[in-house]
């Protein structure tokens, strides 16, 4: 899952909910030396990981891609399941779609100090771009995925892979549909 989902799925609290972004970012830091909020949010970040690279609708989203793309449909997925979410936001949570988008970035400009220095550089341009908002239109996926495929540090056939999403989109989406809920269930189990 990408950056929206994770903030969406993480248990209510502030610190959860960076640690839940912390996940992607929590290579070299000390874990043990932040708030007990922010670990169970870094916790949860990898139980949802977990538990989307074995779902069986996720897997067959990835079958959907050309066999020199697929390596990279788990990345592409990330992201266009934030896509997914934002289309379908009413049908996961009565909360206000904008305004927990600003909830959200309001609680990580505050919590830069939790940060290591490589989430804090992102999470500001993830606020000053408005990403999760830019996610609602297909082509900024596009373009975010291309940006993706350019810092693969070897050849690869990444680029583009937008194609083979709209080729797929329906049956992407319906694939969405049917592994999101169970993923909701999941998350909101978790200790």
Same mark, same amino acid.
């Given at each position: 899952?990408?950056?929206?989902?994770?903030?969406?799925?993480? #248990?209510?609290?502030? /610190?959860?909910?960076?640690?839940?972004?912390?996940?992607?970012? %929590? @290579?070299?830091?000390?874990?043990?030396?932040?708030?007990?909020?922010?670990?169970?949010?870094?916790?949860?970040?990898?139980?949802?990981?977990?538990? !989307?690279?074995?779902? #069986?609708?996720?897997?067959? %989203?990835?079958?959907?891609?050309?066999?020199?793309?697929?390596?990279?449909?788990?990345?592409?997925?990330?992201?266009?399941?934030?896509?997914?979410?934002?289309?379908?936001?009413?049908?996961?949570?009565?909360?206000?779609?904008?305004?927990?988008?600003?909830? !959200?970035? !309001?609680?990580?400009?505050?919590?830069?100090?939790?940060? #290591?220095?490589?989430?804090? @550089?992102? !999470?500001?341009?993830?606020?000053?771009?408005?990403?999760?908002?830019?996610? /609602?239109?297909?082509?900024?996926?596009?373009?975010?995925?291309?940006?993706?495929?350019?810092?693969? @540090?070897?050849?690869?056939?990444?680029?583009?892979?937008?194609?083979?999403?709209?080729?797929?989109?329906?049956?992407? /989406?319906?694939?969405?549909?049917?592994?999101? #809920?169970?993923?909701?269930?999941?998350?909101?189990?978790?200790?």
């Amino acid at each position: 899952m990408n950056h929206l989902a994770h903030v969406f799925l993480a #248990p209510d609290s502030p /610190e959860a909910r960076v640690g839940s972004i912390l996940g992607d970012f %929590s @290579r070299g830091v000390d874990l043990s030396a932040l708030p007990a909020g922010v670990r169970q949010g870094v916790r949860h970040h990898l139980a949802v990981d977990s538990y !989307t690279d074995q779902h #069986p609708s996720v897997l067959a %989203s990835k079958q959907l891609f050309s066999a020199q793309r697929r390596r990279f449909a788990g990345v592409a997925l990330d992201i266009l399941y934030d896509h997914f979410l934002l289309m379908h936001w009413y049908r996961f949570t009565h909360t206000d779609k904008d305004a927990f988008i600003r909830q !959200t970035y !309001t609680e990580l400009q505050r919590s830069e100090h939790l940060m #290591p220095e490589s989430m804090a @550089r992102v !999470t500001r341009r993830m606020v000053w771009y408005d990403w999760f908002g830019a996610y /609602e239109d297909l082509d900024n996926i596009g373009e975010a995925l291309d940006r993706v495929a350019a810092r693969i @540090r070897f050849r690869n056939r990444f680029h583009g892979i937008i194609a083979e999403i709209r080729e797929n989109h329906s049956q992407l /989406e319906q694939n969405f549909l049917s592994f999101f #809920p169970d993923l909701q269930e999941f998350a909101g189990g978790i200790e």
